[in-house]
């Protein structure tokens, strides 16, 4: 497996607290990505990120903020965690465009 | 943006039957099309992926073949069998910094 950490993997958060998912990456891939996963819709992207600081929206990016200060580490942050986030969170890491997506274990989490 | 649709949602095959996954895509300048697959409680892992200078691939039992024109692309497994059951995924992309969009996903049963 591709060296990708997620953390936590599970988290019971209240409403209107922040969150912040940590994607810690070993393989020194340019991009990192932030998908959330629900029945009925699949794999949607949140945010990405193509390089130190350069990141960009995905589908469903309001809400959520990222941060990328270091090759290894894209953060995602629920700014005023609400009921409509729980979900499971996925991290995954590429090479580039094009290429081969590795994905994390994925972080349950439940806004409460 | 992209948008990938992909039909059906649900499938069951009998064992030793073919399955077919179809995804359509929106956007012309989409040039690569990977095929993800989840098994229950498991991160997606790539499966096979088409470029757009291609019109199909193969690797054993999966084939993805792709009509550009059309603007879209199908997944075809042969011989299915049990380990075949899980929720699969089409994706798409086009060149340097842009984004991995994903289809709703299939979840396919393979009975025995």
């Known amino acids: 497996d591709a060296g990708i950490t997620q953390s936590p993997r599970h988290k019971v958060t209240e409403t209107g607290t922040p969150v912040t998912l940590r994607c810690h990456q070993t393989?020194?891939?340019?991009?990192m990505y932030w998908y959330r996963q629900d029945p009925g819709h699949g794999l949607r992207l949140i945010h990405y990120?193509?390089?130190?600081?350069?990141?960009d929206k995905g589908e469903v990016s309001d809400g959520y903020s990222v941060s990328r200060s270091k090759t290894e580490d894209f953060l995602l942050t629920l700014e005023s965690a609400t009921s409509s986030q729980t979900s499971v969170y996925f991290c995954?890491?590429?090479?580039?465009?094009?290429?081969?997506?590795?994905f994390g274990q994925g972080t349950r989490l439940t806004v409460v | 943006g992209e948008n990938v649709e992909q039909h059906p949602s649900t499938l069951s095959v009998q064992e030793g039957d073919s399955a077919v996954i179809k995804c359509t895509y929106s956007?012309?300048?989409?040039?690569?099309f990977p095929w993800y697959k989840q098994e229950l409680g498991k991160r997606p892992q790539l499966i096979i992926d088409?470029?757009?200078?291609?019109g199909e691939k193969k690797d054993q039992r999966i084939a993805v073949t792709l009509n550009k024109t059309a603007k879209h692309f199908s997944l075809h497994i042969t011989e299915t069998q049990p380990e075949d059951s899980a929720v699969y995924f089409c994706?798409?992309?086009?060149?340097?910094?842009?984004?991995?969009?994903f289809g709703t996903g299939t979840r396919l049963q393979v009975f025995p």
């Open positions: 995954a890491i590429s090479q580039g465009a094009g290429t081969e997506a590795f």
């Open positions: 393989e020194n891939h340019r991009y």
């Open positions: 990120s193509y390089g130190v600081k350069d990141t």
């Open positions: 956007d012309s300048a989409s040039n690569y």
């Open positions: 088409i470029r757009s200078n291609v």
């Open positions: 994706a798409a992309s086009k060149g340097n910094t842009d984004k991995l969009i």
